[in-house]
């Protein structure tokens, strides 16, 4: 079955605190794996995405197939960090690109 | 930068009514969907549409649902005879997807509810 998982719907660091935020999937073949993220009354927005392997706004996640993980982390978190983070999961062009999204998890940084 | 949009920003309406939830997707994308989150939980995928046609639905995605591309501009989601439980907001995203990367533009969503 085609799951992402995220298993913390609330996360709360203190400014300046590393932060990650977990999400396993499960799929069959080979995926694509998303971060998108909403803030305080805006539109979903893509955060970053495995195939890039880049770093946004001082975030990092790595596709770890073995244990089917894709963990978004971030060293030092800002208060501005708060918001929504959904994990993502697309099977590409032979499923039209649909997203299987995680329950998201709401990050609240602390000042 | 070129947004999706999407109108009205909130909806609505009486069970059993029907409802059509508009959406312009960024002009040169190829791909379109329609997702909904109901309050409190997971966003899910509806519908995707590609070439004028239906690519794939979700078992959500019943014959109370239709979706048009009316006039190459406009995608909409109509739901025929409203329930309690369409209560959510409803995102429309689009994606260009000639790159293969599939990233998705979403809308600012409709919030939709049934009374």
């Known amino acids: 079955a085609q799951r992402v998982t995220q298993p913390e719907k609330l996360l709360s660091v203190f400014k300046g605190a590393p932060v990650e935020l977990k999400c396993n999937y499960s799929?069959?073949?080979?995926?694509?794996l998303f971060w998108y993220v909403q803030y305080s009354r805006q539109r979903l927005q893509l955060l970053l995405r495995h195939i890039s392997r880049e770093s946004i706004k001082g975030f990092t996640a790595d596709l770890n197939k073995g244990e089917t993980s894709f963990h978004l982390k971030k060293p030092f978190a800002q208060e501005e960090d708060s918001a929504m983070y959904y994990c993502a999961l697309s099977g590409g062009m032979d499923s039209n690109y649909q997203l299987i999204w995680g329950a998201g998890t709401k990050l609240i940084i602390k000042p | 930068e070129p947004e999706v949009t999407q109108t009205p920003s909130h909806q609505v309406t009486q069970m059993g009514q029907e409802v059509i939830l508009r959406c312009v997707p960024i002009?040169?994308?190829?791909?379109f969907y329609w997702y909904r989150q109901i309050l409190g939980q997971k966003v899910e995928f509806l519908v995707s549409f590609y070439n004028n046609e239906i690519s794939e639905k979700s078992e959500i995605f019943d014959d109370q649902f239709s979706v048009e591309r009316p006039d190459g501009s406009n995608f909409t989601l109509k739901i025929r005879s409203t329930k309690l439980e369409d209560s959510a907001m409803y995102f429309c995203a689009s994606s260009e997807a000639t790159s293969g990367t599939g990233e998705q533009y979403f809308g600012p969503g409709t919030r939709l509810t049934v009374t």
């Open positions: 799929y069959s073949g080979s995926p694509e």
């Open positions: 002009s040169n994308h190829l791909y």
